[in-house]
């Protein structure tokens, strides 16, 4: 460890040398516009030399003509010989113009900044990241500390997976034995869990791995966010991925014709009514939590194998007139996004929702590649994209025999940044495409300094893309940001994977060795 942060502290020294000051083509993400001046200017420490203006005359003219999302994150930041002027037309443009302050003074170690005026706004409104507290809960400080890195990216929406087959997570009053009985067990990966049998526990046990969320603490990460202005989506997980619940519950679980219920279904009883009433009943408090647009209710991955065998659900497909039991997962939908809509929420479900009937106010997240949103789109759907080919976050990043275990095949900061969200898309469904958001599945990351290996730089990358127009971007540029960002998150504490070291192979962005269209650094 010691020998990491010398190389680190090193490392910064050779960076911050290059150069006597900071200058604004350091700055990830890249901005819209920026111009230079001769001189530089030493940031005072207390903030006391920055002075904001609302709603300038000449600055509203400047950003009439852009959408409104990008209107409120615009701002004009103005670095001259008096000190510092940024202009914006919300609070939140004035944030994202002190942050972008906030990393020109950590560029240079004497916060000494380069004469410079920057014009910015972002490209898309949704720049997120999803972190799977499910698989691995790595609790309230950790997520807190990523917002922090978040902001500083100008990132805006920090998405939790919070219910899943291999933990519950968040405290839910009216049904304790989530919390009890499901938010622990024995196993550290999801792997291990599984290959013992999906054992759950309780806190007490010394082989317990787990935890989970109270009320307190949401209400605190809330908080914390909206100071930093970035939306927190909390997902919970219908009909698949929920066998935890029908641990916790199996009243509610699917019943085979012996009339036993099947605690062990990964799906939930579409056709039990206490599956709605418990499903209403969970998104009740955890709108009461989460004062925001969107609640994300997962839709992906259903098996449906003990559908074709339940009473219950062979009942309501009788019933409802259905022919497939894959109607029996839009019906799901459906009914619960009239649910949430009759609540002022809007419903976001994996790309697997729009197979079964999808209402016109639900926005899909597409993960299964870029088809399901092209699809989305094209049908009139508002859409995130979130392609497991560019931006999951738990695929390798380097080669496999040097990286821990990860999934799936590499995906370099290379690859993930050489995505745009807009590919493959018509020009006239361009609106639907909200943004794009990466992410973090934790079935093989146990522990927090895991995550944030994978997390950083490949965020980095994503930020940039959410923020900076596509003409704009070229990797090289980025990457030698990176080398600089990377060495100051290192000093902020934070566990990055080492850039510095990336194998010639990784640096290529290839996923396959014929792939002819790339060149090396």
């Not at 919390?179 to 999801?190: F, I, K, M, P, S």
């Not at 923020?467 to 934070?494: D, N, S, V």
């Amino acid at each position: 460890m010691r020998r990491i942060f010398v190389i680190a502290i090193s490392l910064f020294v050779s960076i911050s040398s290059v150069s006597a000051y900071s200058t604004p083509d350091k700055l990830i993400p890249e901005p819209v516009e920026f111009s230079t001046g001769e001189g530089v200017y030493t940031l005072k420490p207390d903030g006391s030399d920055v002075k904001v203006y609302m709603n300038a005359a000449a600055f509203a003219a400047k950003v009439e003509a852009l959408p409104e999302f990008a209107k409120q994150e615009a701002y004009e930041l103005v670095i001259g010989k008096k000190g510092v002027k940024i202009y914006a037309l919300t609070e939140e443009g004035a944030f994202r113009g002190r942050q972008t302050l906030e990393m020109l003074r950590l560029l240079d170690p004497a916060a000494t900044v380069q004469h410079c005026t920057i014009f910015d706004y972002p490209r898309f409104q949704h720049r997120g990241i999803m972190l799977d507290e499910s698989r691995s809960f790595k609790g309230k400080e950790f997520v807190k500390k990523q917002i922090d890195a978040l902001a500083l990216l100008k990132m805006n929406v920090m998405h939790l997976h919070l219910t899943d087959a291999a933990g519950w997570r968040l405290q839910i009053d009216a049904y304790p034995n989530l919390t009890d009985h499901v938010a622990w067990r024995v196993g550290e990966t999801y792997h291990e869990w599984e290959g013992l049998g999906y054992p759950f526990t309780n806190a007490q046990d010394p082989k317990a791995y787990g935890g989970f969320y109270t009320k307190d603490d949401i209400r605190e990460i809330v908080a914390y966010a909206a100071e930093r202005y970035i939306d927190i989506i909390p997902e919970i997980e219908m009909p698949g991925h929920s066998m935890e619940v029908n641990r916790a519950y199996p009243e509610i679980a699917c019943v085979g014709e012996d009339g036993k219920p099947r605690p062990f279904s990964w799906d939930l009883c579409v056709g039990n009514e206490g599956t709605f009433k418990f499903l209403e009943t969970v998104l009740e408090e955890v709108i009461e939590l989460f004062p925001y647009k969107y609640i994300h209710i997962g839709g992906d991955e259903a098996v449906k194998k003990d559908w074709e065998v339940c009473v219950n659900c062979q009942k309501r497909m009788k019933e409802e007139g259905m022919i497939h039991k894959n109607e029996l997962q839009g019906y799901m939908v459906r009914r619960i996004e009239a649910f949430l809509r009759e609540r002022g929420k809007t419903v976001i479900g994996w790309d697997e929702i729009v197979e079964t009937g999808l209402p016109a106010q639900a926005v899909v997240m597409s993960w299964r590649g870029t088809p399901g949103g092209i699809k989305a789109s094209a049908e009139g759907h508002d859409v995130i994209m979130s392609p497991n080919s560019y931006v999951y976050l738990d695929y390798y990043q380097d080669l496999i025999r040097k990286e821990p275990k990860a999934v799936g095949h590499m995906q370099s900061l290379r690859h993930v940044y050489k995505y745009d969200p807009l590919e493959g898309i018509a020009p006239e469904f361009h609106h639907h495409i909200l943004g794009l958001q990466g992410n973090l599945w934790c079935e093989l990351i146990p522990y927090a300094a895991h995550a944030e290996y994978m997390l950083y730089p490949r965020a980095f990358a994503i930020a940039e893309i959410g923020w900076t127009p596509q003409e704009k971007r070229e990797f090289f540029h980025f990457r030698e940001r990176c080398l600089t960002l990377i060495t100051i998150f290192r000093a902020m504490g934070y566990n990055t994977f080492d850039l510095f070291n990336e194998s010639l192979r990784a640096q290529t962005g290839r996923l396959r060795f014929d792939d002819p269209t790339f060149k090396l650094l």
